[in-house]
């Protein structure tokens, strides 16, 4: 039996005869045309050579532009690695079938459309009739440069924020880079397209030959590929570019610092956060409209960006990890995320974790506050891990789980020395909090509930601790969240067939966890020379259809405080207005506006933009509490 087909030995001659067989890369690509029994076949082996060249180019520099879009997804340089080999399985894929398909359609074309080879008359000359053949593969060829080249443009423009032409010594480089793998994807593809559709035509048809002028065609294509792509980054990157400058961060204070305590699950109706203030304390309310609370990462990350999910980019809790990563993927980020998540599912490659700061595109008013020089201390806040910071100090939604693990830090605390210090502090710290919550919970008759209690109020207890030790008078800003009541509530109410005496007892526990959690935070309520006190809470799970409220405690003596009635808010309304405490200007890309209630408001002062958040690694050494945490999350009803 035959080994190869006549015709394709031929077709090889043939095409070494006229130059297409000099360069290597026409070689491998044409190197199966032996093992191949036919034009089909000669298509099936060559287009999957052009898929591994496919695969070698444009998987490293998909993973470079994959790590740019999905921030957290690529951690260190194992990931990038791992995540080129998966891209580059994916793009050998994908430029494979491509390759078949402007393969068939030259074929199609060919054969019965206005390319059709037209049967040879007198006179002819080999180029002209070797023309419908030359003009398909070069065709099928641009399509791919074109491709290859519009997507290697828009990920430089991706990968680099949108500074475009503000570095033009590295986007030259990487522009001509981009030319050099496009220009030679379409060369392999316009070499693939000739070989099958001379193999379709039959012996008789002629093929164009490589001249000297062809390669000064692919220089001169090589200028304008490069004119067109310089033009399609300046093009799209325009809009980006004139808000690339650092923002002037310039404060002018009023002489405040400001102190957040945010307090998911209130119930407005079981309790008013009003009555934990000492009586007279100057302050006012503002009842704040939430979209959905049903899931707390996503809530309290609008309220420290000022900005909704589509724009600060944490939809949900639970994200996604791919095998063989350290970074996460959010597939609620964009559409790449989704198309990333379902193809990793599809495969087995994922599991779950946890949204981390990795995946915030905004940044919050925090670290905008660290930003203007300003220093800031943030608590138990959702999705801070990894923890990272210059002036501020971090003590992220991990830290509780690595202070009782122990052990190296994995980026839970910023700087490490707060942790140095927490760490010896937490025998005390824990077991202070274990006996107050035991003192006030332990004597219940319930004691499935007074469980609930207990672990609830032995977390907020430790939240509060952690804030009193790293307690600083000369602070500008100091933020914590307590989730306590939030777990708690939602233990106790989430079940909907509790009978309603049972449901009656749990609303009465609840009363007093409330009780308890005013005894906890009515210290840091009581007004302080040159602090205004922020209180904000949130309905919290159960009650995702209803208002919060943020209640703002001024100095005493204060003038002009009036709190006859509720005024209404947002929940984007809350970073600018915290901002605007600390005399830092407002970036015109928030959605929400400050809430005049306290002073007199300043002469608005407003910047184009805050920029991204910083991309700085957090030092990570110690074990990862990945499971751990997703353990932690669905004991506590946030994941199941």
Do not use: C
Request: hydrophobic fraction near 45%; glycine fraction near 8%; avoid cysteine.
């Amino acid at each position: 039996m035959s080994s190869s087909d006549p015709r394709v030995d031929e077709l090889r001659q043939r095409l070494r005869s006229l130059g297409y067989l000099d360069a290597g890369v026409d070689r491998f690509l044409l190197g199966s045309a032996r093992e191949a029994r036919g034009p089909v076949a000669l298509a099936g082996r060559a287009s999957l050579r052009v898929g591994v060249l496919g695969g070698l180019l444009l998987g490293p520099a998909a993973a470079i532009g994959v790590g740019a879009r999905l921030p957290g997804l690529i951690s260190g340089v194992r990931d990038a690695l791992v995540m080129s080999i998966y891209l580059a399985l994916l793009f050998f894929v994908a430029v494979a079938l491509s390759s078949v398909a402007l393969s068939g359609i030259s074929v199609v074309l060919l054969r019965g459309g206005i390319f059709r080879l037209k049967p040879q008359a007198t006179g002819d000359t080999d180029t002209a009739r070797s023309r419908p053949i030359e003009r398909l593969s070069r065709a099928a060829g641009f399509v791919l440069t074109l491709a290859a080249l519009a997507y290697l443009t828009l990920w430089w423009r991706n990968a680099n924020a949108g500074f475009g032409w503000s570095a033009p010594a590295w986007t030259s480089f990487a522009l001509l880079v981009a030319v050099a793998i496009s220009l030679l994807l379409g060369h392999a593809q316009r070499v693939t397209t000739l070989a099958v559709l001379a193999a379709a035509a039959g012996r008789g048809a002629a093929l164009p030959a490589i001249t000297n002028r062809s390669w000064r065609g692919i220089l001169a294509g090589g200028a304008l590929a490069f004119a067109g792509a310089a033009m399609l980054l300046v093009v799209t990157t325009a809009a980006e570019s004139s808000r690339a400058a650092a923002p002037n961060l310039a404060v002018m204070s009023r002489g405040l610092t400001v102190k957040v305590i945010a307090i998911d699950g209130i119930d407005s109706t079981l309790v008013d956060v009003r009555d934990w203030a000492p009586p007279l304390t100057p302050g006012v309310r503002f009842a704040v409209g939430y979209d959905n609370t049903s899931d707390p990462a996503r809530t309290w990350t609008t309220i420290a960006t000022g900005t909704p999910p589509e724009v600060h980019g944490i939809h949900a809790i639970e994200a996604r990890r791919v095998a063989g990563l350290r970074g996460v993927l959010n597939p609620d980020t964009s559409a790449t995320g989704r198309v990333l998540q379902r193809a990793s599912d599809l495969i087995r490659l994922s599991r779950p974790s946890i949204a981390s700061r990795n995946e915030r595109k905004v940044m919050t008013f925090w670290e905008v506050a660290e930003a203007a020089g300003l220093r800031s201390a943030v608590i138990n806040w959702w999705a801070t891990w990894p923890a990272a910071g210059q002036r501020g100090i971090v003590v992220s939604d991990r830290a509780v789980l690595r202070l009782e693990h122990g052990g190296t830090l994995d980026a839970e605390i910023s700087p490490s020395r707060v942790y140095d210090d927490l760490l010896q502090r937490w025998p005390g710290i824990s077991r202070t909090a274990e006996s107050v919550a035991q003192r006030r919970f332990g004597t219940m008759d319930d004691r499935a509930t007074a469980a609930v209690l207990m672990r609830s109020a032995t977390l907020d207890g430790i939240v509060m601790a952690i804030d009193q030790a790293l307690a600083e008078p000369q602070r500008d800003l100091d933020v914590v969240y307590l989730p306590g009541l939030d777990i708690a509530q939602h233990a106790l109410l989430a079940e909907q067939s509790a009978s309603p005496s049972t449901l009656t007892a749990r609303l009465e526990a609840l009363r007093t966890y409330h009780a308890f959690l005013r005894d906890l935070v009515r210290p840091s309520l009581t007004p302080v020379e040159h602090r205004i006190t922020m209180v904000i809470t949130a309905p919290g799970r159960v009650g995702s259809n209803m208002a919060g409220h943020v209640m703002m405690i001024a100095p005493s003596g204060t003038q002009g405080i009036s709190d006859v009635s509720d005024r209404t808010a947002l929940a984007i309304d809350i970073a600018p207005t915290i901002l605007n405490l600390l005399g830092v200007p407002i970036s015109r890309e928030l959605q929400g506006t400050v809430l005049r209630a306290v002073f007199a408001p300043d002469p608005d002062r407003f910047v184009a933009t805050y920029g991204r958040p910083a991309a700085e690694e957090a030092p990570r050494e110690g074990k990862p509490l990945d499971q751990e945490t997703i353990d932690r999350l669905r004991s506590l009803g946030y994941i199941k």
